[in-house]
């Protein structure tokens, strides 16, 4: 499966930005999705995760409540709505695709989409 990422930007802090990555290629709703960022200097990290189906979601604590992770399987996308974004959050975001049903590590994700520069101003 191919990963296309868009939707990244400036936003300043508390504002909202969604992310969408297009799929193509093999049958999209079969593979779990994630989001994964990495900062200048840090290690990459997933901020959310999510089953085939879309019945199951994964947030870390850094996240959870402000970000939101969603799939459309007939439109082949998996979005993620970032709200009350914070200057911490400023990253590259990178869509991935597991053919397990979810994956929490990077190393459980073979698909990789390029990344989408996200930047929050103070």
């Known amino acids: 499966v191919q990963l296309q990422a868009s939707g990244g930007g400036l936003v300043q802090a508390g504002g909202s930005l969604r992310l969408s990555c297009a799929a193509s290629g093999r049958t999209f709703s079969s593979y779990g999705m994630a989001w994964f960022r990495q900062a200048p200097g840090k290690e990459r990290e997933i901020v959310a995760a999510?089953?085939?189906?879309?019945?199951?979601?994964y947030y870390p604590d850094s996240v959870k409540g402000r970000f939101t992770i969603s799939r459309d399987n007939a439109e082949n996308t998996v979005y993620l709505q970032m709200n009350s974004l914070k200057p911490e959050d400023t990253a590259v975001y990178s869509c991935?695709?597991?053919?397990?049903?979810?994956?929490?590590?990077?190393?459980?994700?073979?698909?990789w989409g390029q990344g989408t520069q996200v930047t929050v101003s103070s």
């Open positions: 991935a695709a597991t053919d397990q049903p979810i994956g929490l590590s990077d190393r459980q994700y073979d698909n």
């Open positions: 999510i089953d085939w189906r879309g019945l199951r979601t």
